[in-house]
């Protein structure tokens, strides 16, 4: 019985073939790990900005419901439970955030809350307020203005 050399030449690959294989197949892993990586990373960053986003909608929301003149002319300090119109919002500083009635709303203590009331805004011969809400948290910075009219 004669044995051709020829025929186990066919049949694998050989060491080196192998070791290329393995070579070319790890760069590719560690091409689409790192783009995994880096996505998992920030994925939590939409989430954030949602929040932020929802947070200053409300305190908007909340302020731009109330007149803009003081109706009982009492000046409620910092007491936000007593607030009674857009100007007791100037110069808010919440960390973490709260509700209507000073309640840290769990979940949200890591945002810091800043409010800041311009009085003195005309447009088209109506006087407004500008509420601006600005919320941050670490890199994320949301601000949100609305208008309430004087009248």
Not at 4 to 30: F, K, M, P, W
Not at 54 to 81: F, M
Not at 114 to 123: D, F, K, L, R
Request: without cysteine.
């Amino acid at each position: 019985m004669t044995v051709h050399h020829s025929q186990y030449r066919n049949q694998g690959a050989t060491l080196v073939e192998l070791i290329i294989s393995i070579v070319i197949i790890s760069i590719a892993l560690i091409g689409i790990l790192s783009v995994v990586n880096l996505s998992a990373q920030h994925s939590a960053d939409p989430v954030v900005r949602q929040q932020a986003i929802a947070i200053a909608e409300s305190y908007l929301e909340e302020i731009l419901l109330l007149p803009v003149v003081d109706p009982d002319g009492i000046d409620e300090g910092s007491n936000r439970t007593l607030f009674d119109n857009v100007t007791d919002y100037n110069n808010l500083n919440d960390v973490g955030a709260t509700d209507q009635n000073d309640k840290t709303i769990s979940g949200l203590e890591n945002y810091t809350i800043t409010v800041a009331v311009n009085n003195n805004v005309a447009i088209s011969g109506v006087n407004m307020a500008e509420v601006v809400v600005t919320v941050t948290r670490a890199a994320t910075v949301i601000s949100l203005s609305g208008y309430r009219a004087n009248y």
